[in-house]
């Protein structure tokens, strides 16, 4: 036992030997003194992992944390990877340089700038050419960079909506993670996540990497400019305009360029919400900076209400995540507390896929396995191909001929050659378009999603989200749920049982099971199914709940809604003991 706390006090030693940032080396100075062993073999239990969502982590000392010793680590692997044979990147010249072009954007969180800069340090001293963003910008924006600069890479240092204490570091291709020019610009997939890891642990000595002082770009506002005329092309050149928006970027970077949007685009500005208009990484008004969360959009919600009593009824309220990937919408509801609902991210992607319809536009449309399969029947209907992938858009942006691509967990993809990810800026300019076209009418999203109810089937949905403090929980409750799959849930019969670590011909492996249930004539169920994965992101188990019920017309939409709603409960609560959460 000794001899393991003296092994691991030596590798603290080491590890603060090589550490370029005072206060971490400071932070783990102080936990050797004080001989905290626990906390010690916490940070030191491992390494953070390199995937497909890049890395993701707790700021602090030691290689289980997020700090600029673990950013420089993973910033000379992406490097010698973006340099190497197995790179599937091309070396596009970039400005006639003819050397490859590396574009870093960074939000506003703690040690963001930081992690940015020794980003560009370590590309420039490794023969690349680095070019900083010029403030700290959305994530949208970064992914257009890559595509409008043809850069071989992009760097996002980000948590999105994570607690403050976390930051995050994601890596674009230029070309697609699979080599293939149809994802260029989009996050990584295998096997471009396994390479990049294993030249990240290919690094040696700190001192081995070159660093220099200078020697990287800082792009000018004309990127921004760029972004913002390509966001307004989402939009038709003369269709209304006339719509009251309250906005938050709860505490995020997301406030001056959703501003600059609307307005370039015609809108009247949005009516800020000011106590989280400006980036603050502490979130002090906010338990959780995400839209989902509750509680997150009161103050929202209460800006709304104020706006109304001065300046006149307001259609809109639109939140985006802090880094502003995501896209929130409410609407405004009589009968709620807060006079608001939100809409439900499979809503929104139903609303936005219905007006790309009648925009007339082509190509595919697809969504996530745990996302609403309402998508799939609106671009059937309209004679359009559809797919479904894995969660997250790094699989999404790998569509071939992709149209529009959304996700339940707010992300919507409306303009894939601008950007091949999700962006909340242009989703929000769509949406306000939707809502303004509408009001012309004299109609709301309301109404539309009703519509589209009676038309294609109420497709009701809903999450079980179980956050944990000790992981090993999450991988329990995926054994139990192999070992003994439920035969019924809700009283509706499980049909088939898919085990998506298999793996099958449309879809790679990955943790998570599927089940389909049969109907049920006497609650009004034409079919239903349940996604069980742990988060990639957050300590969290998910599970992902769709009930379809046809519904003959308008008057039978409250019977049908009030039906969704029961069962869905009862998954809730049946799905939660099976997996003895």
């Not at 036992?1 to 005072?22: F, G, I, N, S, V």
């Not at 990584?188 to 200078?214: E, N």
Request: aromatic share 4%.
């Amino acid at each position: 036992m000794q001899d393991d706390l003296t092994a691991l006090t030596a590798r603290a030693r080491a590890w603060q030997a090589e550490d370029p940032d005072p206060e971490t080396h400071e932070e783990l100075g102080k936990l050797i003194e004080a001989e905290d062993h626990e906390e010690l073999a916490a940070r030191f239990a491992g390494t953070l992992q390199f995937g497909t969502a890049g890395l993701r982590g707790e700021l602090g000392a030691g290689p289980m944390r997020m700090n600029r010793s673990v950013v420089i680590r993973a910033a000379a692997g992406l490097a010698a990877y973006l340099l190497g044979p197995a790179s599937p990147h091309g070396t596009e010249p970039g400005s006639g340089t003819g050397l490859p072009l590396v574009v870093i954007g960074y939000d506003a969180r703690h040690k963001s700038l930081d992690f940015a800069r020794e980003t560009a340090a370590v590309m420039t001293g490794a023969g690349l050419r680095a070019a900083l963003l010029p403030e700290a910008l959305p994530t949208p924006v970064l992914a257009f960079a890559v595509r409008h600069l043809r850069a071989a890479a992009g760097v996002m240092v980000t948590a999105s909506h994570n607690p403050p204490r976390d930051n995050g570091y994601k890596v674009y291709l230029g070309r697609g993670g699979d080599g293939k020019e149809s994802g260029g610009g989009s996050q990584i997939v295998p096997p471009a996540d396994a390479g990049i890891a294993a030249a990240i642990d290919a690094v040696g000595a700190l001192a081995d990497v070159p660093r220099p002082a200078a020697g990287w770009d800082v792009l000018g506002e004309e990127i921004l400019d760029s972004y913002l005329a390509r966001s307004g092309a989402v939009l038709t050149e003369l269709s209304p305009r006339e719509l009251r928006v309250v906005h938050t970027a709860l505490h995020g970077v997301g406030s001056g360029t959703l501003h600059a949007a609307f307005v370039r685009a015609g809108f009247s500005a949005p009516v800020p919400v000011k106590q989280q208009a400006e980036p603050d990484p502490d979130f002090p008004t906010v338990s959780f900076p995400n839209p989902e969360e509750p509680g997150a959009m009161d103050l929202a919600f209460a800006t709304a209400r104020k706006t109304a009593e001065t300046d006149g009824p307001v259609d809109l309220v639109i939140a985006n995540d802090p880094d502003a990937d995501r896209c929130a919408v409410a609407v405004p509801d009589p009968d709620s507390g807060s006079g608001w609902r939100m809409l439900r991210g499979d809503e929104v992607g139903a609303l936005l896929a219905t007006h790309l319809v009648h925009k007339q536009a082509r190509g595919t449309f697809a969504t996530t396995i745990v996302s609403s399969s309402l998508v799939g029947r609106i671009a059937r209907a309209a004679d359009l191909p559809y797919e479904e992938t894995l969660t997250g858009f790094k699989w999404l942006a790998k569509v071939e001929d992709l149209r529009f691509g959304c996700e339940e967990a707010l992300g919507y993809c409306v303009d894939p050659e601008g950007v091949r990810d999700k962006d909340g800026i242009t989703a929000a300019l769509l949406i306000a378009e939707l809502a303004a076209e509408l009001k012309t009418a004299g109609r709301t999203l309301t109404d539309l999603l009703d519509d589209l109810a009676v038309e294609h089937g109420l497709h009701a949905t809903d999450q079980l989200s179980v956050r944990v403090e000790d992981l090993s929980l999450i991988a329990s409750a995926m054994e139990r749920l192999r070992a003994q799959p439920p035969a019924s849930l809700a009283g509706l019969a499980v049909v088939s049982t898919e085990d998506l670590s298999q793996g099958s011909a449309g879809l790679p492996p990955t943790d998570g099971l599927r089940y389909r249930l049969s109907g049920d004539p006497a609650k009004g169920v034409e079919k239903a199914r349940v996604v069980v994965r742990p988060s990639g992101t957050e300590p969290k188990l998910k599970c992902y709940l769709e009930v379809v019920l046809p519904v003959r017309d308008h008057p039978a939409l409250a019977a049908a809604r009030a039906s969704a709603a029961s069962v869905l409960a009862a998954l809730k609560s049946g799905l939660a003991a099976a997996a003895g959460v």
